[in-house]
T-cell receptor, first 115, second 112 residues
Framework: NAGVTQTPKFQVLKTGQSMTLQCAQD?????MYWYRQDPGMGLRLIYY???????DKGEVPNGYNVSRLNKREFSLRLESAAPSQTSVYFC??????????????FGPGTRLTVL | QKEVEQNSGPLSVPEGAIASLNCTYS??????FFWYRQYSGKSPELIMF????GDKEDGRFTAQLNKASQYVSLLIRDSQPSDSATYLC????????????FGTGTLLAVQP
């Protein structure tokens, strides 16, 4: 049981390049999330998927797109990377909706630098 | 704008002391509250959650919730150097959403 996995672990891009961050979970969770974490800003939600086939914007969605490929996989795409997107990106998943104790479990993160 | 506020620290305590971490939130509809620990360069990991007013204990950790004051805290007894990390408070939004709102975290340093 690997939990939440993310690829790649590190990435350096040039301004204007595109890339896709991959996330997969093997806990049979319905909900999945993408966050970015910047110094002094905490974790900010980019997009989330409450269930397979649905996606919704979070707090900071501009410059990103997502795809919920199936129940296990949720990808984040940067179409034209900008230096402001330099950050650590975390994927998370959570237990089925409706419980007060729904807990989000995090992947190891992707450190992205945009030059 | 729903907010979760934490003192960024660093909070420095000697080994063996009690560390007290505090968090306030703005959304009165929030029902569930989570404490995550994040070591430098690592991902957040859940320590505990609480959703009823009062105290909840798990080993050396105690979470305290006061919904009337919109305040949640985490006490760490017998603090160890291995407890040195950033502690993130997270609040589940009110309503049917599963979304969490995170504070910016408090850096705890336990001095040997």
């Amino acid at each position: 049981n690997a939990g939440v996995t993310q690829t790649p672990k590190f990435q350096v891009l040039k301004t204007g390049q595109s890339m896709t961050l991959q996330c997969a979970q093997d806990m049979n969770h319905n909900s999945m999330y993408w966050y970015r974490q910047d110094p002094g800003m905490g974790l900010r939600l980019i997009y989330y998927s409450a269930s397979e086939g649905t996606t919704d914007k979070g707090e900071v969605p501009n410059g990103y797109n997502v795809s919920r490929l199936n129940k296990r996989e949720f990808s984040l795409r940067l179409e034209s990377a900008a230096p402001s997107q330099t950050s650590v990106y975390f994927c998370a998943s959570s237990e089925p909706s409706g419980s007060r104790t729904d807990t989000q479990y995090f992947g190891p993160g992707t450190r992205l630098t945009v030059l | 704008q729903k907010e979760v506020e934490q003192n960024s620290g660093p909070l420095s305590v000697p080994e063996g002391a009690i560390a007290s971490l505090n968090c306030t939130y703005s959304d009165r509809g929030s029902q569930s509250f989570f404490w995550y620990r994040q070591y430098s360069g690592k991902s957040p990991e859940l320590i505990m959650f609480i959703y009823s007013n009062g105290d909840k204990e798990d080993g050396r950790f105690t979470a305290q919730l006061n919904k009337a004051s919109q305040y949640v805290s985490l006490l760490i007894r017998d603090s160890q150097p291995s407890d040195s990390a950033t502690y993130l408070c997270a609040v589940k939004e009110g309503g049917a959403t599963n979304k969490l709102i995170f504070g910016t975290g408090t850096l705890l340093a336990v001095q040997p």
